[in-house]
Every structure is written in C-alpha cells, then in structure tokens.
C-alpha cells in the first residue's frame, strides 16, 4: 500500500478487481460491477488481511467462516437478477460484504447470521459506511424470517444438501433464490426461481462454502 494516499491505493485495486476478476470472467450485470466498484471490500476484512481484500478467493474473518471471494459474489448476484424495487433476504450476513452490495441494490435487506458477534460487527461496518435499508436478525438462517415475507430474491452464503423448503416457501411469485448445494467437495450453486408456485431449478457454477447449521431461534437486533 503506498503511503502517499492509500485510499487512492485502495481504489485501485478494486476497480482492477472489478476489470480483471469480474468483468474479464463474463460478469456483464452494469448494476452489480458499478455496486462492486462502490462498496470498499477492504473495511470488511480483518486488518491483517487487508493487503489481500481486492484479490479473488476468500478470507477468514472468524467464527470460522470466510469472507467469499469476489468472483463468486458477483456472479451469484448476477444470478438474482435484483431490481431497484426489490426486498431481499440474505442468510448468512458474515463479513456484512455482501450486504452492503444488496443494500446498494435492492430497496430492502433483511440479513440473517446465526453468530451474534459476526451480526454486530457487520452491523457496524454498515452503520459506519451510511446504509440505512438493512434489518439484522440473529438466527436460524434455514428458518428464514418469515414474519417479513414474501421476498423477491433471496441468497444463501452456505452450502445445504438440497434446497431449504422454509425458504423456498418465502420467495413471492417470480422470486430467485441462489444457494449453493451438496457435499463439501461436491457443490454447485442453484438459481431457483418460483414460476406458478413451482420452483424451476437452474445450475449454475461449481462453489465451495461452509455448511448451513440450524437451530437458532432468530431474532432482529
């Protein structure tokens, strides 16, 4: 990082990010490269990782899951399809990284971490940067949060075996789900979209994420 002005520094490196890990690898959506462009990666990631926030793979950012490599983040946003217009539910808030992409996207956030500790600090970093149209809950992200169903996109940052049913339930007549399923060494994102009730499943990229737990009772804080 060069000490003249690391903040031009950073901006660098995520523009490169955006034109050579993104755009270069077939992520045309001009919404999500604009909101990847925006959103500075490097306030989510832990200090002794920052040197590394801009290059593509993950980062642990404890609790023993990862911050996911920006790669994958665009395409599964690509995936969703997301509008203006749209509430959206995220399970697995993490970092807070990719809540701050849906926030810049969407009208609504509702964001879902089973870690309370992970909660907070990505509701920190949030408050920090100015988003406003967030919720957090603290909980199940396999239970979703019904109680502000329906929603018109929602992604889930951890691997199940097949799809969630509690979540599929959530999604409003034409809404995306992106999720990434199967076996650790085995796992392929799903976009599933619900066309007259029904849920009609495309695959989509082989991922790799930590698994799915349940059985917190969730609660927004």
Not at 40 to 57: L, N
Not at 59 to 78: D, K, N
Not at 131 to 151: C, E, L, R
Not at 194 to 214: H, Y
Request: proline share 9%.
């Amino acid at each position: 990082m060069t000490a003249s002005n690391p903040a031009a520094h950073l901006d660098t490196l995520r523009q490169r990010m955006v034109d050579s890990q993104l755009r270069a690898r077939g992520i045309v959506d001009a919404r999500v490269l604009s909101a990847m462009r925006r959103v500075p990666r490097h306030e989510f990631t832990p200090e002794c990782y920052r040197d590394q926030a801009y290059e593509d793979h993950p980062l642990p950012i404890g609790e023993g899951q990862t911050i996911s490599q920006p790669y994958i983040v665009a395409s599964m946003l690509e995936a969703l399809e997301l509008r203006p217009e749209d509430r959206v539910l995220e399970v697995g808030t993490g970092s807070g990284y990719v809540t701050a992409l849906l926030a810049e996207l969407a009208a609504e956030v509702f964001s879902i971490e089973r870690h309370a500790t992970l909660a907070d600090e990505a509701r920190r970093v949030l408050s920090s940067l100015g988003y406003t149209n967030v919720k957090f809950i603290v909980g199940d992200g396999s239970q979703g949060f019904p109680s502000s169903a329906p929603y018109d996109a929602i992604t889930v940052a951890a691997a199940t075996p097949e799809p969630p049913p509690l979540l599929l339930w959530q999604l409003a007549e034409g809404g995306r789900m992106i999720v990434p399923v199967g076996p650790p060494d085995a796992q392929q994102l799903q976009l599933i979209r619900i066309q007259n009730g029904q849920p009609q499943i495309s695959l989509r990229e082989p991922c790799r994420f930590v698994p799915l737990i349940s059985g917190v009772n969730g609660v927004e804080v």
